[in-house]
Nanobody
Framework: QVQLVESGGGLVQAGGSLSLSCAAS??????????LGWYRQGPGNERLLVAV???????NYADSVKGRFTVRRDYAKNTVSLQMNSLKTEDTAIYYC??????????????WGGGTQVTVSS
């Protein structure tokens, strides 16, 4: 069972910075993480992609965070981080870590962390 644990959320003023981290565990020797990424869900909104990085290092960002957020992956430690700069009030949301995992045969499954709150005040 793959588990994802996020850390690093909190309260920050607009224009400030925060860094989130997510640690994945439980892959063992039979599972591999194809991609790790961050999604967010604001009040009353659906959960949307923020940034993702795949096994080859290719990244994809939501247009709203390009140039402000940076996603990085540590393949040895199975962690993914999200450096958020120039934060805006509209970045306020619960941020979720997501892993896309493949295994024996055609097994492919996504896993989610429990989320961490990011609040940006004006």
């Amino acid at each position: 069972q793959v588990q994802l644990v996020e850390s690093g959320g909190g309260l920050v003023q607009a224009g400030g910075s925060l860094s989130l981290s997510c640690a994945a565990s439980g892959t063992g020797s039979s599972l591999s993480i194809d991609s790790l990424g961050w999604y967010r869900q604001g009040p009353g909104n659906e959960r949307l992609l923020v940034a993702v990085i795949n096994r080859g290092g290719t990244t994809n960002y939501a247009d709203s965070v390009k140039g402000r957020f940076t996603v990085r992956r540590d393949y040895a430690k199975n962690t993914v981080s999200l450096q958020m700069n120039s934060l805006k009030t509209e970045d306020t949301a619960i941020y979720y870590c997501r892993a896309l995992v493949s295994g024996p045969g055609s097994m492919r499954r996504e896993y989610w962390g429990g989320g961490t709150q990011v609040t940006v005040s004006s």
